[in-house]
Each structure stands twice: as C-alpha cells, then as structure tokens.
C-alpha cells in the first residue's frame, strides 16, 4: 500500500526558508514523476512543482519559480522541496503527491509565513 508522510513544516518569518521532506514507501518509487501541491485556507488544493521519475526534469507553478526547488533521493525514497524567501501567501498546507492508478496523498505539512 502506497504511503506518503511529509515533515518540515513551521512557523517562519517573511524571507525565511523551509526544506520540506516526503517519505514513501509501498511502491516503486523511482518509477513515480513526483508532485508538490499545496492548499491554503478557502482557496482550491494547487500543483506547485513536479520532478521526473529520474530526477532529470522539474517543473514549477509560476509563483515558485525562482524560489522553490523539488529534488528527489530515489536511493532513500524521499522527495524534498526547498522553500526560500517565502512570502506570506505562500502559507498553506503542503500535501506530496504520487498518481498510482489513482492519485495518492500524504497527510500534509503546515507551513505558515508570517509578514
């Protein structure tokens, strides 16, 4: 059974970083394009970035590019995202993401920016 759990959320100040982690297991995981998406409060759950099975291939929603990076470790079945000079609208629930047949989701990580 396909597992995700995510760590590295917190309270961080405007132009602070965070380094967010997902851990997977129960499939093959370096066979998997990975995903980041978040959800803040009355607003719809958004794609924020995506890394290719190999690594080789990222891709960013607009208001991250430039300051989030996605990297995986295919050796530790861990996928991270690097959050740097955040800004208070990025304050959100952070959800890692894999589609295995169906799309599967970990319990997600807070991460608030205060201004």
């Known amino acids: 059974q396909a597992q995700l759990v995510e760590s590295g959320g917190g309270l961080v100040q405007s132009g602070g970083s965070l380094r967010l982690t997902c851990a997977a297991s129960?499939?093959?995981?370096?066979?998997?394009?990975m995903n980041w998406y978040r959800q803040a409060p009355g607003k719809e759950r958004e794609l924020v970035a995506t890394?290719?099975?190999?690594?080789?291939?990222?891709n960013y929603a607009d208001s991250v590019k430039g300051r989030f990076t996605i990297s995986r470790d295919n050796a530790k079945n861990t996928v991270h995202l690097e959050m740097n000079s955040l800004k208070p609208e990025d304050t959100a629930v952070y959800y890692c993401?894999?589609?295995?047949?169906?799309?599967?989701w970990g319990q997600g990580t807070q991460v608030t920016v205060s201004s």
């Open positions: 993401s894999v589609s295995i047949r169906v799309r599967v």
């Open positions: 129960g499939f093959a995981f370096s066979r998997y394009p």
């Open positions: 890394i290719a099975n190999d690594g080789t291939g990222t």
